[in-house]
């Protein structure tokens, strides 16, 4: 059986299971960005004004994302600007965001 793992391929048969890249593994995770280098894209030092848009940087287990809607900082806790409903992620970060 052959299937496409992360950019490689992974050939498999009864007796054992190889991995067989088109570039070695240490490339590709060169080319991965930081931890540090996503974060430096938002600001984590301090909260926006209430009621700004804004977009969050979230942080869980498989590492970070941004959400696909706007959000806001209300009292203390975050939520999504349009529904008003609590954001439960880690947030990390928020930069603006355009209306």
């Given at each position: ?29 060169n ?13 984590a030092?301090?909260l ?25 900082r ?11 409903e ?14």
């Open positions: 059986m052959v299937r496409t793992l992360l950019g490689a391929i992974v050939y498999r048969n009864a007796r054992n299971i190889r991995l067989s890249a088109n570039q070695s593994s240490s490339n590709r995770l080319k991965l960005t930081s931890l540090n280098d996503r974060i430096a894209e938002f600001i030092d301090r926006p004004a209430d009621e700004a848009p804004v977009e969050l940087l979230c942080l869980d287990h498989n590492g970070t994302y941004v959400l696909p809607f706007p959000c806001r209300v009292a203390d806790s975050w939520r999504n600007f349009a529904t008003g609590q954001i439960e992620a880690e947030v990390a970060g928020w930069r603006q965001r355009e209306r």
